[in-house]
């Protein structure tokens, strides 16, 4: 007999994560590492709200907070909805939770029973199929290519359904493509959509304002679909809080209040300080973020004119996020420095034991071809790794 559960046991574990805690090993070992392989942006969260957090220790906001949040935040997550997405939700709708991977477990818990079937545009990010999977549902991958700017299309869509599918989950901008779905194939989407009522939507849209494309959509702002989808977003990406952990839903109100009773039993409210500072952010207009959102467009097109460079390597160009994710499949079988590269998983190792740099496998997202970079570095590492990256494959 096992001691641990099944349910842990058939879990695997996050690669960005793994890979991230190797480069850290091994950074420690004295070992130069250029670790390309986390998402998270290499700024500091803006002054105006730090401040904010310190303003709510000053007035004391140091106990539990509402399990779905603050009232206050609720309110300005709903002006936040309007002013960028046109969503009109009320608080009633909203979820505050311990950061956006929070609430998609929230959204899998509260709507999957065994079997029920959700479609994945892949690459996806790489924790929602374990999410899925732990939650009892079944994940069905719908296959793209760089070809394709990794998107999915409207027909593509309709040959993954079955009189099992519940939910459809992707994200926009993609992590770990950076592609961002415009209104015209949101629009087709959604008229594959209206032929299946029953289906719910899940639209992760945390790196929205990392955005180079120059317009955003979301899902639930075509006709037909707001009532069917669960908006989820936070300050992570776009604010640099990925430490201060605070994610949120819009979403019809019962499934709100749904998982509104599955976070009472597993966390409660959200941290208080964090979400007092939230507020702060969410109410600010996106503008005081031109400044990072241009800096993450530098880089792309630094890595991008870096990425031409290295023979073998095929790319789409990312209109957002802060990611590249080319397809490496041209070395699979080749014998480089002696080591045989079998796979995604050899290569990103090769990259990770020759040019000391760490990546993350495209398997892990849903694409055995690619491997994911993570440009949330400096441009003066950045051109340091793609060196590095170029001469080990030479």
Partial sequence: MSILSDRINNLSTSQTLAMAALARELKAQGKDIISLSLGEPDFNTPDFIKEAAKKAIDENYSTYT???GYVELKEAVCRKFKR?????????????????KQSLYNIAQVMLNDGDEVILPAPYWVSYFEIIKLSGGVPVEVPTSVETDFKMTAEQLEKAITPKTKMMWFSSPCNPSGSVYN???????????????NIYIVSDEIYEHINFSGTFCS???????????ITVNGVAKAFAMTGWRIGY?????FIAKACTKMQGQVTSGANSIAQRATITAVDADPKVLNEMVTAFKNRRDLVVALAKEIPGFKINVPEG????????ASYFGKTLRGKLINNADDFSMYLLSEANVATVTGDAFGNPNCIRLSYATSEALLTEAFKRIKEALA
Wanted: charged content about 25%; hydrophobic content about 40%; glycine content about 8%.
């Fill in 219 to 229: 899902i639930g702002s075509i006709p037909g679909l707001f009532e069917r989808t």
């Fill in 249 to 253: 839903i819009g979403a019809p109100e």
């Fill in 84 to 100: 960028d997405n046109n969503l009109d939700y009320k608080p009633a709708n909203i979820v505050v939770s311990t950061g956006a």
């Fill in 183 to 197: 209104r015209e194939e949101l629009t087709a989407i959604g008229k594959v959509l209206e032929k299946y009522p």
């Fill in 66 to 68: 509402p399990v779905d």
């Fill in 321 to 328: 996020a802060f990611y590249l994710f080319p397809d490496v």
